[in-house]
């Protein structure tokens, strides 16, 4: 049968309350890293790659190598990194809006349009 009990009857074992509450923490903040890494996997866009090559990747891209397009009398800022030979990098690549070929100089465009 329930009863009502006073302060006094209870005794709490404050050690035993702080051993149990520490355990619980560790186990919830262990749950929350394995979560993390979890999700960190699941997304993971350099899953095996060596510590040396991601360096090198991002080392690669890190900078646009191209500032705009000029595809016709239409230009468009580049947003991302272009993965081009080294002899494509400069501030405007032209494109043929016809065959799609690409030159560095508008000139050569020109002259390939003629």
Request: with cysteine; hydrophobic share 35%.
């Amino acid at each position: 049968m329930d009863r009502w009990v006073r302060e006094c009857m209870v005794r709490i074992n404050d050690k035993l309350v702080e051993k149990l509450l520490e355990d619980f923490n560790n186990r919830e903040l262990e749950k929350k890293k394995n979560r993390e890494l979890q999700t960190f996997l699941q997304h993971d866009e350099h899953q095996g790659m060596t510590e040396e090559e991601i360096r090198n990747f991002m080392n690669a891209t890190r900078l646009k190598t191209i500032e705009f397009l000029q595809f016709g009398d239409i230009t468009m800022e580049a947003w991302y990194y272009s993965a081009l030979p080294p002899e494509f990098h400069g501030r405007i690549l032209y494109t043929c809006p016809f065959c799609l070929f690409f030159f560095t100089k508008k000139h050569e465009l020109e002259t390939h349009s003629e």
